[in-house]
């Protein structure tokens, strides 16, 4: 199917967590694109949602040996270094276990887990965390970073965050942080995945006005070793990107923030809507082994839970 959409406004200090626009947000027109897969796109069904408990949630992850959930709760201004952040643990089925499970940080948003550690970014800083003992805490400043945003982690141990507002790409190596690419070509770059020497990254689209965007983003691979960076296909826009993950049959799920809607997208860049959800759906989590997909519904402070089945 094809949509058209001309602009989607909204304030930055309110993208995050308010659906506050200077104007309506618009669909008209002026921009069309194709949003077309040959095959037809996975069937979802609710399976849980937790409606309490949670404030402002960006990100969450699953982590297999515990059979728990992490999930990041911004809890204010996705750019305030002001401490309120946390994160909250919740069970497999869905169930709030500790609201404040980690407390103290600013705004943390993507997640990752290696070597039983949790990786979060927040705001300037990629914190690693313990899994056994949470009072031991490591922090990796990145000098000049506007909002980090996501982070993933490679079959080798290397990770790498995003700067959604910088056009940049980190990498964490040991105890080594350098910067990997910076680059208008990124096009805001949020949802990371990387897989096979790619980094796959979910754009944005390129910013006009605060987070408004004349056309939005799509999927993109960076070749780790060469740097080359290029479009999934023919690069036809999908959405403003936000939570990106990888599947073991090579497409993608990924979310719409400004739909709110949970994209499918083939391995040729090409995709289709899912699921329509509300705006303000974040950086989700696949548990393949359970069929399951889970995405934060940040406006509304919930995360819900879907079983797929192609």
Request: hydrophobic fraction near 40%; aromatic fraction near 10%.
């Amino acid at each position: 199917m094809s949509r058209t959409i001309t602009s989607r406004t909204i304030t930055f200090r309110s993208i995050m967590f308010r659906a506050i626009f200077s104007h309506s947000t618009l669909f008209a027109t002026a921009f069309s694109f194709s949003f077309l897969s040959l095959s037809a796109p996975p069937e979802v069904t609710e399976i849980w949602r937790l409606t309490e408990g949670l404030e402002q949630p960006e990100s969450v992850i699953f982590d297999p040996i515990r059979s728990r959930y992490y999930v990041s709760n911004m809890a204010g201004d996705p750019l305030a270094h002001d401490g309120k952040g946390g994160i909250a643990i919740v069970s497999a089925d869905g169930k709030l276990v500790n609201p404040e499970w980690i407390t103290g940080l600013d705004a943390p948003k993507g997640m990752t887990i290696t070597n039983n550690e949790l990786v979060v970014t927040d705001i300037n800083r990629v914190c690693f965390i313990n899994l056994e003992d949470v009072s031991q805490q490591r922090f990796f400043i990145v000098e000049g970073a506007k909002s980090l945003n996501d982070v993933t982690v490679s079959e080798d141990g290397t990770v790498y965050v995003s700067d959604v507002l910088d056009n940049t790409l980190y990498r964490i190596r040991g105890n080594q942080l350098d910067q990997l690419l910076s680059s208008a070509d990124l096009q805001t770059p949020n949802g990371l995945y990387a897989y096979d020497n790619r980094l796959y990254v979910a754009s944005w689209g390129d910013l006009t006005d605060g987070f408004n965007t004349e056309v939005p983003g799509h999927v993109k691979a960076l070749d780790i070793s060469s740097g080359e960076l290029r479009s999934l296909g023919e690069g036809n826009s999908l959405g403003n990107l936000d939570g990106l993950e990888r599947l073991s049959n090579g497409s993608f799920f990924a979310t719409d923030w400004m739909q709110g809607s949970l994209l499918h997208v083939s391995a040729d860049g090409s995709g289709q809507q899912v699921l329509q959800l509300e705006q303000g759906s974040a950086d989700l989590t696949v548990v393949e082994t359970q069929s399951t997909v889970v995405i934060p519904l940040m406006l509304s402070n919930q995360v819900v839970a879907y079983k797929y089945r192609f």
